[in-house]
């Protein structure tokens, strides 16, 4: 990950200290441990779609051993019930008295695992504490620990004994990842890692210090032109005639919500900062198109027939959509700004 001197050095080095650390255990998935950091100082969530074996449950517990927060992990199966995730209340005969056992979620970072596993009702479970990052247990609302993320996960190979996530619940992700198999030469440094003895991850960093690298990214400049980019990107996956797409008007059941602006443009905060810059470019935005986008798009009956996907579509509208007319000294304008 490059620095530049637009990040203060501080931050540049921690980000790249924590990194360095996750890479000494998680061999390769690049683009997907960038995607872990986007939503971590974004403060979003995390949909992964990916085969068993991929490292998911070892990244996440890789980060929360950086930044010494804790980490708990929850396997989703048909049997769960909603309490076992958040809590509930317990009476005690001894006392006469009733008390609140909280649940999992009370953890910095949460792994979800095969989350498609579970019922609706489950699955809904994680709404309030997604959006609110609060539970409210018999009238009485608590707090999570801060930062906090939630990473779900699914096999997109087995769908017998599996649930649809809900719309209301897949629009709380900040994003969706797809992740695939190692390389050859990623897959060899892997099986020489597993034989070797386990690599010891150091604490690089506090929960207190990510937060000041969440409060950072809110400092990030997002010129005008791009913000109303991202409003017009989104928008025309609901109306694509307006935006002189008129031929994928039958490709959309639903278009993306509001969320989906709001994410692009915090993802790409982030994602600037990562890159060791104090302003958002057009570059930003388009890497995290397809990941803020692919899960809150529906694809109409006729283009599921055609053989269409969503990143198809998507890479169309980013290639056919006008691009901002983007001030050409906008760096220069931050360095004043700076």
Do not use: W
């Not at 769960?80 to 009370?106: C, H, K, W």
């Not at 009238?139 to 087995?158: C, D, S, Y």
């Not at 639903?254 to 443009?265: F, K, Q, V």
């Not at 993802?267 to 890159?275: H, N, P, V």
Request: charged share 20%; glycine share 4%; with cysteine.
């Amino acid at each position: 990950m490059a620095t530049s001197t637009d990040a203060s050095p501080p931050t540049a080095v921690l980000m790249e200290q924590i990194l360095y650390e996750i890479k000494r255990v998680v061999v390769g998935q690049d683009r997907f441990l960038e995607r872990v950091m986007v939503a971590m100082l974004a403060q979003g969530h995390l949909l992964v779609e990916g085969v068993p074996g991929l490292a998911k449950t070892l990244t996440v517990k890789t980060l929360a051993a950086t930044v010494q927060g804790a980490f708990k992990r929850i396997q989703f199966t048909p049997d769960l019930v909603p309490a076992d995730l958040i809590g509930t209340r317990m009476y005690n005969q001894r006392t006469g008295e009733f008390s609140t056992t909280l649940g999992p979620v009370f953890t910095h970072l949460l792994l979800a695992d095969e989350i498609n596993r579970a019922p609706a009702k489950v699955q809904s479970a994680l709404l309030e504490v997604m959006q609110e990052r609060q539970v409210t247990i018999a009238g009485e609302t608590h707090k999570v620990p801060a930062p906090f993320l939630v990473m779900a996960t699914q096999n997109p190979i087995e769908t017998e004994g599996t649930y649809a996530l809900p719309e209301a619940q897949v629009d709380r992700f900040m994003m969706k990842v797809l992740i695939d198999y190692p390389s050859e030469e990623e897959e060899f440094v892997i099986a020489e890692r597993a034989l070797a003895p386990p690599v010891q991850v150091a604490a690089v960093a506090t929960t207190e210090q990510l937060a000041q690298l969440q409060a950072a990214v809110r400092t990030v400049y997002v010129d005008p032109s791009l913000l109303q980019y991202a409003v017009r990107l989104v928008a025309a996956t609901r109306n694509p005639a307006n935006y002189g797409l008129k031929d994928l008007t039958d490709a959309f059941a639903c278009g993306a919500s509001p969320r989906a602006t709001i994410a692009l443009a915090e993802g790409a905060q982030a994602l600037a900062l990562m890159r060791g810059r104090n302003y958002v470019l057009f570059d930003d935005l388009k890497d995290l198109a397809h990941d803020v986008l692919r899960h809150r798009i529906t694809l109409s009956y006729e283009a599921l027939a055609d053989g269409k996907n969503v990143d198809t579509l998507i890479s169309q509208i980013l290639i056919r959509l006008p691009a901002p007319a983007q001030s050409a000294d906008i760096t220069a304008r931050e360095a004043r700004r700076a």
